[in-house]
C-alpha cells in the first residue's frame, strides 16, 4: 500500500505561480513512476505530468514549457511547479503513484483555481 498526501493547492491569478508537493509514505520502494494528474467536474482525469525514478519526464501538450515535474526519491516526494498558470488550468489535481507490479495509487486531490 503507498498513501499519498498532495499540499499546495489554492487560488491565483492568472499569469501567477502555484508549487505542488505530494508526499508518498508505506511501501515507497515499490513505486516506479509518480505525476500529477488533473480533472475538472463531467470530465475525465487527464494526464499533467510524469516522472520516472530515474528521471524521465512526459508532460501534457498543453502544460509543456509552463509546468516543471519534480522528484525527491529520497524523500518519497513528487513536485509541480506551475508557472504562468491560465484559467484553463483550473481543476483539482491529482497526485499518483505506480508500482512495481502496475498498481495505482491516488491522493485525495488538491483545488487549483486560476482567476482574476
Known amino acids: 500500500q503507498v498513501q499519498l498526501v498532495e499540499s499546495g493547492g489554492g487560488l491565483v491569478q492568472p499569469g501567477g505561480s502555484l508549487r505542488l508537493s505530494c508526499a508518498a509514505s508505506?511501501?515507497?520502494?515499490?513505486?516506479?513512476?509518480m505525476g500529477w494528474y488533473r480533472q475538472v467536474p463531467g470530465k475525465l482525469r487527464d494526464l499533467v505530468a510524469t516522472?520516472?525514478?530515474?528521471?524521465?519526464?512526459n508532460y501534457a501538450d498543453s502544460v509543456k514549457g509552463r509546468f516543471t515535474i519534480s522528484r525527491d526519491n529520497a524523500e518519497d516526494k513528487v513536485y509541480l511547479q506551475m508557472d504562468s498558470l491560465k484559467p484553463e488550468d483550473t481543476a483539482v489535481y491529482y497526485c499518483?503513484?505506480?508500482?512495481?507490479?502496475?498498481?495505482?495509487?491516488w491522493g485525495q486531490g488538491t483545488q487549483v483555481t486560476v482567476s482574476s
Open positions: 499518483m503513484s505506480m508500482t512495481l507490479s502496475g498498481r495505482t495509487y
Open positions: 508505506g511501501s515507497t520502494s515499490s513505486v516506479t513512476a
Open positions: 516522472i520516472s525514478r530515474r528521471g524521465t519526464t
